[in-house]
């Protein structure tokens, strides 16, 4: 079964900081997606970022970068130049597609304050 | 912007009453999702859909049930309420391009049963 584990209940970084997200995952598929949100105090989930099993480079979208080690089964996010309205929740989830199964799975979530 | 509707925002019910929280996208999505949060805490999944006529059961035994009469359409329900179902309920789709598309989040429901 396919399990996510983010090891990290919270974290802080000061404001311009990078800060890193960590994120491993277990499934025995060798087909999966990967992905990053974002869950302000509001609530919405917001997409950030992904990154698939067979891609060979790490993904980047603007600030956010996947660093994507698939032997180890890491995928941590890096917020480069931390801003104060980074401060959320963020869930790393993964997505198998695997003959009729097709679940995405999420974390436990890290708490992010950015301070000033 | 995702167009995935989810309403009532938030509802505060009585136990034992029987309700229906609506999901609707109009983006044409097989896939839709149901999550149950608590605040600040991870999202399980309680029922998923691949298309019309399909409903699964997810990670996360629910008293809740769905239906998918239509692509754009799917609905939970609680047959009757009770205090234990207080949480957020938040739905999502995704297109069928196996693992590599995102899912779009409505803005959940957050329903308070006392």
């Known amino acids: 079964a396919q399990k996510i584990t983010q090891t990290q209940p919270g974290m802080f970084v000061q404001e311009k900081e990078a800060v890193t997200l960590d994120c491993t995952y277990d499934?025995?598929?060798?087909?999966?997606?990967l992905f990053w949100y974002k869950q302000p105090s509001s609530g919405e989930m917001i997409f950030l970022i992904y990154?698939?099993?067979?891609?060979?480079q790490n993904a980047t979208e603007g600030r956010y970068s996947l660093n994507f080690q698939k032997a180890r089964k890491s995928a941590n996010l890096v917020i480069s130049a931390s801003q104060l309205g980074d401060s959320a929740m963020y869930f790393c989830?993964?997505?198998?597609?695997?003959?009729?199964?097709?679940?995405?799975?999420f974390g436990t979530g890290t708490r992010l304050q950015v301070f000033p | 912007e995702a167009d995935i509707y989810q309403t009532p925002r938030y509802l505060v019910i009585g136990t034992g009453k029987k309700i229906t929280l609506e999901c609707s996208q109009t983006?044409?999505?097989?896939?839709m999702y149901w999550y149950q949060q608590d605040p600040g805490m991870e999202l399980h999944l309680i029922h998923y859909?691949?298309?019309?006529?399909?409903?699964e059961k997810g990670d996360l035994s629910s008293e809740s049930t769905v239906s998918r009469i239509r692509t754009e359409h799917f609905p939970l329900t609680l047959e009757s309420a009770r205090p234990s179902h207080t949480s957020q309920y938040l739905c999502?789709?995704?297109?069928?391009?196996?693992?590599?598309?995102?899912?779009?989040f409505g803005q959940g429901t957050r329903l308070t049963v006392v």
């Open positions: 499934t025995s598929d060798p087909s999966y997606g």
């Open positions: 983006m044409g999505h097989d896939k």
């Open positions: 990154q698939g099993s067979y891609d060979q």
């Open positions: 999502a789709s995704s297109d069928d391009l196996g693992g590599s598309t995102e899912a779009f």
């Open positions: 859909s691949y298309g019309v006529n399909s409903t």
């Open positions: 989830a993964m997505r198998e597609h695997h003959y009729n199964t097709d679940k995405l799975i």
